[in-house]
DNA sequence: GCCGTTTTCGGCCCGACTGTTTTCAGTCG
């Protein structure tokens, strides 16, 4: 049983126990079902090290959820879930994955109409069924019927590379409007998760109607969801969901707080502003509203204490301002409470406060490019030039090696040869004036038994030595880490590109263990590296935080094919934001003389 | 069902929109 089994049985439970109305609840099982999802080691490995007291100890799970874990640890099954599951045999995550369908509904369904799946979903709504039920009408049978559509047509979340520049076109379109003062882009995408499932904008303006109609009757748009005074909501021809609100200036940053989230992010500040007898909404932190005075309808005595900016709310909060890309509630409500308090009892316990993260435009250097001399569209000069256009001031040519035969990648002497062109045009540089400096560097192809794909010799003469995993994807978790540590061993190794080798919605990552890839990085002074390329990001923010914890130092690379591509460094950036790096964790935000200095002491 | 600077009982985040109703339930984020 894995965490996903596991997750998904309570996730079920939590489902049908909706179904049947029961309060509170379903809540508690979905709360599990989430976290067990999140958890970095199995829930397997936590029982049979610490038996039911240690699950218990997950937190959101109590005893009556920890029995139900266990039985499913033992016997792969759990009675209760059977029960529940018999009662109302439907395939509920099928189900739920049709828009607008929740458990009440899909119990509804099945009750009235035994419909049990997607397909019998569809034949009761195509023979018209549906909308003679109670509760439901003509609007709900269409309504389905289009879910059932969306649902086998496109489907599943966008890579931040796809949906931030969609996202910004809509901006700029919407900027235009008369009457609209601001617009922001909120959401997952604001916290620039690796992938998006609906892009979210906030608009000020006074008058939000023409806003809203223009934006519904956008050219690609597919469908409308919603089209209301201060929310629409639309579905692009791509698939892409995007939500629109409106909200009065006086409660911007209330607004852009909220719909920023994440949701657990919300949940803990609004769980703070209830101890401080204050309530959080999307309008605003408001005193004089306890829950007794809400059940009497005294809202309209309620003050606005915060509100206009997000800076106040955390700070009449307590807290100290969280960048958005830290908003996942991974412990950043606890750092920047005790931040704010530093005399106070939870100011003397582990952790100090929250890092100063790395910014957008912080770095000097680009570690990984790619040239014509292999798979690159353009020449070194070029892509130097637009390394420069694009505010850097020196980048690496890592071309990759003779094994990737396909690329053409270079041998001994085409990478001399690649030295000497490198050479005149830092020569052309410096005579010009400038003072960009183009590197020597290698994308060199680790083989199957760890060793390197060029000769010691060549890789010596290099400034800088990534080292890539391109083959054999399929080996076994110990072999492949076996194998990258051993590249990490050799001592002309600098970095590790892409470490994961993962392609995001296209092919997961290979099997290893990427704590023992992080300890090898301490002992060896490897710098592990963040692909910045929107279909990689590689590393992963969890294993950024892991890095930045160990000491392990980081690059933030384009892996640029083109000279159009540099843009994608913005990416990298973001990634190595929501892993709380700082720069002095990225060694391409330092000056390209402290860079290589580091990569010398790490060889030596 | 879980949890505790409301601590072993009594709460549990909160509001918009839709579609169905004629005051509200369900869904979503």
Same mark, same amino acid.
């Given at each position: 049983m894995t965490n996903g089994d596991i997750a998904k049985v309570l996730r079920e439970i939590g489902e049908y126990l909706d179904m049947q109305g029961v309060p509170f609840k379903p809540r508690a099982y979905e709360k599990v079902a989430e976290t067990v999802e999140a958890l970095d080691g199995e829930v397997a490995d936590v029982y049979r090290t610490g038996g039911l007291k240690a699950v218990e100890d997950i937190p959101g799970v109590g005893l009556s959820i920890a029995e139900k874990i266990e039985e499913l640890l033992k016997t792969g099954k759990s009675k209760y879930y059977e029960e529940l599951k018999k009662k109302t045999p439907v395939n509920l995550s099928e189900l739920m994955a049709v828009e607008g369908l929740g458990p009440r509904k899909i119990g509804a369904l099945y009750k009235k109409l035994g419909v049990t799946n997607l397909?019998? !979903?569809?034949?009761?709504? =195509?023979?018209? *069924?549906?909308?003679?039920?109670?509760?439901?009408?003509?609007?709900?049978?269409?309504?389905?019927?289009?879910?059932?559509?969306?649902? @086998?047509?496109?489907?599943g979340r966008k890579p931040l590379g796809v949906a931030l520049p969609i996202a910004r076109d809509i901006v700029q379109r919407l900027k235009?409007?008369?009457?609209?003062?601001?617009? +922001? &882009?909120?959401? =997952?995408?604001?916290?620039?998760? +690796?992938?998006?499932?609906?892009?979210?904008?906030?608009?000020? =303006?006074?008058?939000? @109607?023409?806003?809203?109609?223009y934006f519904v009757a956008m050219p690609n748009v597919a469908n409308v969801t919603a089209h209301g005074d201060t929310k629409s909501a639309v579905k692009l021809a791509n698939g892409l969901d995007v939500d629109l609100r409106v909200v009065p200036k006086e409660s911007y940053g209330a607004a852009l707080n909220y719909f920023t989230g994440s949701k657990d992010h919300n949940v803990a500040l609004r769980r703070l502003a209830i101890k401080k007898g204050l309530k959080l909404n999307e309008y605003g932190l408001f005193r004089g509203a306890d829950s007794r005075g809400l059940k009497r309808g005294l809202t309209q005595k309620e003050i606005m204490v915060a509100g206009k900016t997000e800076e106040e709310i955390y700070d009449t909060l307590g807290l100290t301002y969280i960048e958005p890309e830290m908003r996942e509630m991974t412990g950043e409500v606890e750092a920047a409470l005790r931040q704010a308090m530093p005399t106070g009892r939870q100011a003397q316990g582990r952790a100090n406060g929250l890092p100063k993260l790395i910014n957008y435009g912080d770095l000097q250097g680009d570690l990984q490019t790619q040239t014509n001399w292999t798979d690159g569209a353009d020449s070194v000069e070029v892509m130097a030039d637009a390394a420069i256009a694009a505010g850097l001031h020196y980048i690496v040519i890592t071309d990759h090696t003779k094994r990737l035969a396909m690329t053409n990648g270079l041998n001994e002497q085409r990478l001399l040869e690649q030295?000497?062109? &490198?050479?005149?045009?830092? *020569?052309?540089?410096?005579?010009?004036?400038?003072?960009?400096?183009?590197?020597?560097?290698?994308?060199?192809?680790? !083989?199957?038994?760890?060793?390197?794909? /060029? =000769?010691?010799?060549?890789?010596?003469? !290099?400034?800088?030595?990534?080292?890539?995993?391109h083959s054999l994807f399929n080996l076994s978790k110990k072999e492949q880490t076996a194998r990258i540590i051993r590249a990490m061993r050799n001592k002309h190794v600098d970095?590790?590109? %892409?470490?994961?080798?993962? /392609?995001?919605? @296209?092919?997961?990552?290979?099997?290893?263990?990427?704590?023992?890839?992080?300890?090898?990085?301490?002992?060896?002074?490897?710098?592990?590296?963040?692909?910045?390329?929107?279909?990689?990001?590689?590393?992963?923010?969890? %294993?950024?935080? @892991?890095?930045?914890?160990?000491?392990?130092k980081m690059s933030i690379d384009s892996d640029a094919h083109s000279a159009t591509h540099f843009h994608v460094l913005e990416y990298g950036i973001a990634q190595a934001r929501r892993g709380w790096a700082t720069k002095k964790d990225i060694v391409n935000a330092w000056p390209v003389e402290k860079m290589l200095g580091m990569l010398k002491d790490a060889r030596a």
């Open positions: 397909r019998e !979903l569809e034949a009761a709504a =195509s023979a018209g *069924k549906i909308k003679t039920l109670e509760g439901f009408g003509e609007k709900s049978e269409q309504n389905i019927l289009q879910g059932i559509t969306f649902l @086998k047509s496109s489907g235009g409007l008369k009457g609209v003062e601001r617009l +922001e &882009i909120a959401g =997952s995408l604001r916290r620039r998760k +690796e992938t998006i499932g609906d892009v979210d904008i906030l608009v000020i =303006s006074d008058n939000p @109607k023409p806003v809203m109609d030295g000497k062109e &490198i050479n005149a045009l830092n *020569k052309k540089f410096q005579v010009s004036g400038s003072t960009f400096r183009v590197l020597k560097g290698s994308e060199c192809d680790i !083989l199957a038994d760890g060793t390197m794909d /060029l =000769s010691d010799e060549a890789l010596q003469t !290099l400034d800088v030595v990534g080292a890539s995993v970095i590790l590109f %892409h470490p994961t080798g993962r /392609l995001i919605g @296209k092919r997961p990552p290979y099997e290893v263990d990427m704590d023992a890839i992080i300890a090898a990085a301490k002992e060896t002074g490897t710098v592990l590296e963040i692909d910045a390329f929107p279909d990689r990001l590689d590393l992963k923010d969890e %294993h950024i935080r @892991k890095c930045v914890e160990a000491g392990v």
